[in-house]
Structures are given as structure tokens and as C-alpha cells.
């Protein structure tokens, strides 16, 4: 204090050094570049009313069930007659489960004998990379037993054999034809909008890349199933097949689910296996390629009725990778001939 | 006058007749935490004296804390039946806390040492006839005991009842009861029978051919037409019924949901 006073008093004889250290080199980055943010100004966003069962939305999710199921931690029964809830769930086989589902849609019961038969698989959707999913998948699986699905499907085939041609309109495709047909496209006198789906056969595909950018995504490829030498056998699968989608969880990414349609309760069980089976097979060939599995569990459903039968998948895949891989030699064989 | 009193005192600290902490606490301290050094020290070459480490290789990053981790099973030998684990001469895999204070402690198991493993490889359970057939069949006749069965019958087709729709009846409900074990009422009930509504009665299920109980059960006709549909019956396992065939009135009256009930309910 002493010394300030006696400071001050001298500063009209001598000049003496400022309080204040003053540099003549620049700051250290460091201090400049928070010198630099301190000044920037933030634009503090105006968010609206978020009424409350929208607030916390993040921490609302967070705490929401998983959706994956496990019972792995549960034991396996021993006794012949036990409460269901201590155990393991009990894998049916596929035409047990449709017998128990008989038993309650009997005359006697419910009396709902031909009451559609559900499907729902539960898939992992975890992609090659553990960060990275499956996207949703719209797919159709071949049903070798034929069903009515309620749907009406819009068919163009193009083909350029006689016999397929005739064929495939015997089984129903809307409009089927050869070069000529690719002609009236390019005319505009056939509007390839009206139809969901675009089949071809590998031979006639050298010409059909005319009509690429105005097919699109429905360009014929084997990866969707359209491209194929069977013209009638694809024909059959796209209008009897069943249409079904993979949808993932928008919050439980690996999680995700298909709920199909595969026939009726009074169709005969092994038909009825035999269309689940392929509906399996179709559902392997959208399995990305990494190691572990892609189905998670398989349920049969029949409403009105709440009762869900888990049934073993692994019974029913096979080697489709090795016949996935052989077809698409084939066809890209021909193509490349043609 | 603290010099006299520490030589009073030594002889029975000593001694070991006062409980100071130091006398109690001579157990060794099994916490092991396990870290890992953020900065990797240096590589020593053969032969050559280690490198000496500096203050950054003492700067460790928690890995694991074993205290919180949980213990794993501990394997024991039942010598008696204990309901929910086992019969006798079953190796068990339990927690170790309720191993040893309700297992080993009671004498009902001992510790699954390989010298016990031998010893009791053929212990076998001495009594003729048991009265369990399983370790978990108890808890079956208990859940059973307590369930009151809904039946859903068809309102317009006639029927007659049969095991298989007690079976289904069952499944619904979450139990697995085979056909087999299942035996109806002697005199046959046919439907549909509006009057069986307001009516009870029993059957008997018979688990792993030895544990008999007794289901109380109660039938609902359904229909597929909403508008024709009986109404809803809140609670209908509450309410106090009559029985379908008179001379079950005794047993029925014994099952679980009907003890305490009044008959206003």
C-alpha cells in the first residue's frame, strides 16, 4: 500500500512501469483460440411447447422393455405336468402346433375352423459391422401350397420363348411378351408404372437395358428374384407367393420382425409346413453376410386366439447359401452368353 | 500416571481379554482390484538392468473390482430331498451364501470336494416309498391347487366334454397338462348347457403318475358373434359356486379358492 502511495506521487518526475504485464508477442494458441470461442456468439435455439409425454423422450426409451427375448436362464422341465412360467418355452414342432390350434378354433369351441394361420420371426438385424443394420426388406417367398392372399398383383414378363409366354399368361402375369413388347414400352403405348413387378429371363436382358433408367429400382436382378430362366416358376411365385416385410425397431436397430400370413387352419398341416418352410428359406436369403444368426425365434399365431407356439427354424434351413450361389452363377453364365 | 496404567493394562491386552480391534481383525483382506497402467512402460532388453519407472507408469485405470462381482456357483451334494433342487445324491450348482447357511450348515448337502465326489457317488435315497417324484413336482401340485380352470365352450354346437378341451383349456392358461394325466368327472357334461354357467366342479390331475390334485374348474360358453356373446364376469374365480354333480360338494368345498369365500360373494 505504501508503495503504491508513494508510486503515484512520484509520477509526475518519473515514468514508471504500468500494473499490467503488456506482450508484444502474440498469446499462446491455446489462450487465443479460447480468447476467440468466448467471443463467438451462440444462437440459443427457441424450442417450442413440448407437451409432457413428449419431453425426455431419450430417457423415456432408454428405460423401455427390450424388445429381444431370452429364456436361456430358464431350466428345461422335468415333470410331465409343470406351470409354464418356470421353464423354458416348449418348442413345438411345426404341425403340433397347428393341431393345438385346432383344438381351440374347433366347432366345439371357438368355432373359427378356417381362421388364417400368422407367422412371426424375429430376426437380428445386425449388419456386417456391428454399428451397422439390416435395412427393411419387402420380399415375396414362393408358397408351393397355394393359398388366397387377398392381393392383387400387376405381372409384365418378358420373354422372348413362345412356350413361357404362354404359360406365364395361363397362371396369370397381366402382360407377357418378347421384343415386341419392349417396342410398345418404348412407344409409351405400355406403362410400366402400372405394374409391381418386372420379370425377365438372362437372354432377353442384352435389350431390356434399353428400358434401365425407366424401370429403375424394378430393373430385373437375381439379388430381388426377378431375373430368372424359369419364366412360368417366377410367374407362379410373384402372383401365389406371400408378401411380407422385415421392419427393425426404430429404437432396438438389431431388432427386427416379420408378421406374414401363410395359409389356413383348415389346410392340411404338411402343405401348411412346407409353405413355412420356404417362407424360411426366402427369409435366410436377406441374412447379411457375418457369422451367427439371423432368425431369432419363430411363432405360430392363429387369432382369435392369443396363444403363440414357438417352432424350431433350424429344422428347416439347409444349404440355401450353396443354392443361392449356384444360381446366380448360372444365370450370370447366360447372361454373359447372351 | 498413563505410564502405570499402559503396564496395568499390557498384561491383558496381552492376553487377549479385551476386544481391541487389532486382536479381532487378523483375517487376511481378499480384495483384489484389478488396474491397468495408462501409460505402458518402457521394454527392457536381455540381460540389461530393468528401466526405472517414472511417475506417469503409476497412473493405473480401474478394470475390474472383484468385491462387486458375483460369486460363482458353489457345486454341493444333496444327502436329503430339498424341494427345488433335488433328491438325494444330486450335485447342485447354488450360491455359496445359501449353500452354506441353509444347505451345509443343516446338514442337508455337503461340499462337492473330489474326495466327496467319491464317496458319495452311489448315495441313494434310503426310504421305499416316496412320497415326491420329483424336485419340482411340489411346486406343480401347489400352482395347480390354486387354479381355478375357465373353460370356453361353444354356445351354439353341442358338445360333450373331453380331455382334450380341459388339455387346451390348461394351455391357455399357461400350465402343460397331457391328456393322459387328466381324468374328468365320472358322469359325462354335455353343453351347451346354460345352467353350468353358475356351476362348478372338479378334475383330477395325476403329475409324474404319483402326486394327485384336485382342479376346480368352471365352463364359459363363447360365441363368434360379439352381439350374441354372454356377458364379461369380473372376477369369476371370487364368486361361490354350486357344485354340477352334488356329491363333490365335500371336495370342492376344500379347494383353495373356495376356502373363505362367502356365498354372497
Redesign the interface.
Known amino acids: 500500500m505504501a508503495l503504491i502511495s508513494r508510486g503515484f506521487s512520484l509520477i509526475n518526475r518519473i515514468q514508471l512501469p504500468a500494473v499490467t504485464q503488456v506482450r508484444e508477442y502474440a498469446a499462446r494458441k491455446g489462450t487465443r483460440d479460447k480468447r476467440a470461442k468466448s467471443k463467438v456468439k451462440v444462437e440459443v435455439e427457441k424450442v417450442g411447447f413440448i407437451p409432457h409425454n413428449q419431453r425426455n423422450r431419450e430417457k423415456f426409451l432408454l428405460s423401455r422393455p427390450k424388445r429381444k427375448f431370452d429364456d436361456s436362464w430358464k431350466q428345461l422341465p422335468i415333470d410331465n405336468v409343470y406351470p409354464q412360467r418356470y421353464y423354458q418355452w416348449r418348442v413345438y414342432p411345426f404341425q403340433e402346433a397347428i393341431l393345438c390350434h385346432r383344438e381351440t378354433h374347433h366347432p366345439e369351441v371357438y368355432n373359427k375352423p378356417n381362421s388364417n394361420v400368422h407367422i412371426t420371426i424375429e430376426l437380428n438385424m445386425e449388419g456386417e459391422k456391428k454399428t451397422r443394420f439390416v435395412d427393411n426388406f419387402t420380399r415375396i417367398a414362393p408358397m408351393p401350397n397355394g393359398f388366397d392372399h387377398g392381393e392383387q398383383r400387376s405381372i409384365i414378363a418378358f420373354t422372348k420363348n413362345e412356350e413361357y409366354q404362354e404359360q406365364a399368361k395361363a397362371l396369370g402375369a397381366t402382360i407377357v411378351g418378347g421384343l415386341d413388347l419392349i417396342r410398345e414400352v418404348q412407344n409409351g403405348s405400355v406403362d410400366l408404372q402400372e405394374f409391381q413387378f418386372i420379370l425377365a429371363e438372362p437372354q432377353i436382358l442384352a435389350e431390356l437395358v434399353v428400358l434401365r433408367g425407366v424401370m429403375r429400382r424394378k430393373f430385373p436382378n437375381v439379388k430381388l428374384g426377378t431375373l430368372d430362366m424359369d419364366i412360368p416358376a417366377m410367374v407362379k411365385k410373384f402372383m401365389n407367393g406371400v408378401n411380407y416385410t422385415g421392419i427393425k425397431d426404430e429404437f432396438e436397430k438389431d431388432f427386427g420382425i416379420i408378421e406374414t400370413v401363410i395359409g389356413t387352419l383348415d389346410m392340411n398341416e404338411k402343405h401348411l409346413e412346407e409353405n413355412f418352410a420356404s417362407l424360411v428359406e426366402d427369409v435366410m436369403k436377406a441374412k447379411p453376410k457375418r457369422p451367427g444368426q439371423f432368425i431369432r425365434r419363430c411363432l405360430v399365431t392363429s387369432p382369435p386366439s392369443r396363444e403363440k407356439f414357438k417352432v424350431d427354424h433350424n429344422l428347416y434351413l439347409q444349404q440355401e447359401h450353396s443354392e443361392t450361389k449356384s444360381k446366380t452363377e448360372e444365370v450370370e453364365a447366360v447372361a454373359a452368353a447372351n | 500416571m498413563w505410564k502405570t496404567l499402559g503396564k496395568a493394562v499390557a498384561p491383558i491386552l496381552r492376553e487377549s481379554l479385551i476386544l481391541t480391534p487389532e486382536n479381532v481383525l487378523q483375517q487376511q483382506l481378499r480384495t483384489t482390484y484389478i488396474l491397468k497402467r495408462r501409460n505402458s512402460p518402457f521394454l527392457n532388453k536381455n540381460g540389461s538392468l530393468p528401466k526405472r519407472l517414472k511417475a506417469k507408469h503409476y497412473i493405473y485405470d480401474l478394470v475390474e473390482d472383484t468385491n462387486v462381482n458375483r460369486e460363482p456357483d458353489m457345486n454341493v451334494i444333496l444327502t436329503t430331498y430339498v424341494a427345488g433342487l433335488g433328491d438325494v445324491g444330486d450335485k447342485v450348482a447354488v450360491r455359496p451364501n445359501y449353500a452354506y447357511n441353509k444347505l451345509l450348515m443343516t446338514g442337508q448337502a455337503v461340499y462337492a470336494s473330489p474326495e466327496n465326489v467319491e464317496k458319495f457317488k452311489d448315495y441313494q435315497s434310503n426310504i421305499e416309498e416316496k412320497t415326491y ?5 411340489q ?2 401340485v401347489d ?2 391347487s390354486r387354479v381355478t380352470l375357465s373353460i ?3 354356445k ?2 353341442p ?1 360333450v366334454l373331453k380331455p ?2 380341459v ?2 383349456s390348461f ?2 392358461c ?5 391328456e393322459e ?1 387328466i381324468v374328468l368327472p365320472t358322469n359325462p357334461i354335455t353343453g351347451p348347457n346354460l345352467e353350468l354357467e353358475n356351476k362348478e366342479f372338479f378334475v383330477t ?4 403318475n404319483m402326486e394327485k390334485v384336485n382342479v376346480r374348474c368352471k365352463i364359459h360358453h ?3 358373434e360379439v352381439v350374441d356373446r354372454l356377458p364379461h364376469e369380473k372376477d369369476f374365480w371370487k364368486k361361490k359356486l354350486d357344485p354340477v354333480f352334488s356329491e363333490d360338494a365335500a371336495i370342492l368345498a376344500e379347494l383353495t379358492p373356495n376356502k373363505g369365500l362367502n356365498a354372497d360373494q
Open positions: 417324484s420329483s424336485a419340482t413336482s411346486r406343480a400352482c395347480l370356453i365352450m361353444n351354439e354346437t358338445w382334450w378341451h388339455k387346451a394351455r391357455k399357461g400350465y402343460w397338462v397331457p394325466t390331475i395325476t403329475v409324474n363363447w360365441t363368434t
